[in-house]
């Protein structure tokens, strides 16, 4: 078994803190170069060109972060990360999916749009060329002061991001805001709920370990 990933990549970060959380070891590869390209070893081994990537021992291949969650949580149902109950289920389902389609496709949108090194890569996935649009990137950052205000409101009665427990919903939260950070865009002032959350998460141990620890271009983060 083997995780396909980038190191920088709050996707694939996404996957480590939820291995570190349920004490899982996978065997990691990195396939980024540091022109911020897949290996092309990688891009004609995995067909959807994304990480990250679970290859099983069997060959089978399980992209998408949410899909490797579901797979893992099947096997190592404890601790529970994406909830017990029904109605845990559901909230902690629809929290986590805010946070990422709220919260790190608006980042991403602006990223994308933005950054000279993915001129023609305005989306993932594509060995097409996909050209940025600028006017995406002013839409992505009303995403985001949208995506803390409601998380603000929900954290002012909520010690985690789905209710009373940690959960898949608090990891793909926290990577949104370290990737916001990446992007010098700060936690708002006015999120005095979501800096209260932020700072009692970051002392977790698996928030710590699955931090990224090299740049794109191999130089490491200190």
Known sequence: MKLYEWDFAPNCRRVRMYLFEKGIEVEREECITPDILLKEGF?????????PMLELDDGTQIGEGLAIWHYFE???PEPPLM??????KAMISAWERRAYDGGMV?????LRNSHPALVDR??????????????LIDRGKIRVASFYKK???????NKFVAGDHF???DIT??????????MEMQIPESADHVKRWYDELHERESVQKSKATHMPDGSAIT
């Not at 891009?43 to 990480?51: E, I």
């Not at 909830?83 to 845990?88: D, K, P, Q, V, Y």
């Not at 305005?122 to 006017?135: A, F, K, T, V």
């Open 43 to 51: 891009r004609n081994q995995y067909v959807h060109q994304m990480v």
């Open 74 to 76: 099947t096997l190592h």
């Open 83 to 88: 909830g017990s109950t029904a109605l845990e």
């Open 106 to 110: 608006a980042h991403a949108e602006i």
């Open 122 to 135: 305005g989306l993932p996935g594509y060995s097409e060329p996909i050209p940025q649009i600028p006017d």
């Open 151 to 157: 998380l603000n409101d929900q954290l002012a009665d």
């Open 167 to 169: 959960s898949v919903a």
């Open 173 to 182: 939260t926290i990577c949104v805001v370290d990737m916001g950070h990446a």
